[in-house]
């Protein structure tokens, strides 16, 4: 079964330091959403893009974030510097566009010390 | 961001036992999903709603669409220790482009 791919599964740095985030939709999917998952909250979605287009990104901290999918298919989400509030579990999703489900990936948990 | 409101907070039952939670919003929304999440991973999709009113079941799962288009409500019938996680509810509108609002989870635990 396709699955929504995501990498490191763990980071850990220093606050100031530079972070990024890789993620793989599944294929043919168009629609790509980066979310944010605070302990014990539910996911808030930080950008979604349409194919290489960002659709929203209406709740990405831009001063510091910033997210990519230069070719539409693969994404890249950064965050510089990092500060001790970023730390959560960055949740990437995909769907075949932005009606359907959306599929979510394992996720990769920050932690900024 | 705004974030449904999702109750139990949290619950631990004993294996075999029935389990309802529900999750209710202020606005109004066109779908409603219910997603489980298990430790350090991300949600998997349970059952998706499209219809006021609507019932659909997925194995022991029982998830409803609120006729007021401002509810819904997810049974677990005979709960098993694998059902352990945090079950969140998840609400779309065409009017936000299809944005997912999510609640803020309810904790199962079950002994077995």
């Known amino acids: 079964e396709a699955e929504v791919a995501q990498s490191p599964r763990y980071k850990i740095t220093e606050k100031s330091q530079a972070v990024a985030f890789w993620c793989d939709p599944i294929?043919?999917?168009?629609?790509l959403y980066w979310y944010r998952q605070i302990l014990g909250q539910g996911p808030e979605l930080l950008v979604q893009?349409?194919?290489?287009?960002?659709?929203?990104d209406s709740q990405l901290p831009k001063d510091r974030f910033s997210a990519e999918r230069l070719k539409g298919v693969d994404s890249t989400l950064k965050i510089q510097p990092a500060e001790l509030g970023d730390s959560a579990m960055y949740l990437c999703?995909?769907?075949?566009?932005?009606?359907?489900?959306?599929?979510f990936g394992p996720g990769t948990r920050l932690t900024v010390l | 961001g705004q974030q449904l409101n999702q109750s139990p907070q949290s619950m631990f039952i004993q294996e075999g036992e029935d389990v309802s939670m529900n999750c209710t919003s202020s606005?109004?929304?066109?779908?409603w999903l219910w997603y489980k999440q298990e430790p350090g991973e991300g949600p998997v999709l349970l059952i998706a709603?499209?219809?006021?009113?609507e019932l659909t079941s997925n194995g022991r799962l029982t998830a409803q669409f609120g006729i007021t288009r401002k509810d819904s409500f997810l049974n677990i019938s005979a709960s098993i220790p694998s059902d352990v996680g945090i079950y969140f509810c998840?609400?779309?509108?065409?009017?936000?482009?299809?944005?997912?609002?999510f609640g803020t989870g309810t904790r199962l635990a079950v002994r077995p």
């Open positions: 998840a609400g779309q509108q065409l009017i936000s482009g299809d944005k997912l609002t």
């Open positions: 294929s043919g999917h168009a629609t």
């Open positions: 999703a995909s769907s075949l566009s932005g009606a359907d489900t959306q599929y």
């Open positions: 893009f349409q194919d290489e287009s960002v659709v929203d």
């Open positions: 606005s109004i929304f066109n779908t």
């Open positions: 709603l499209y219809k006021a009113g």
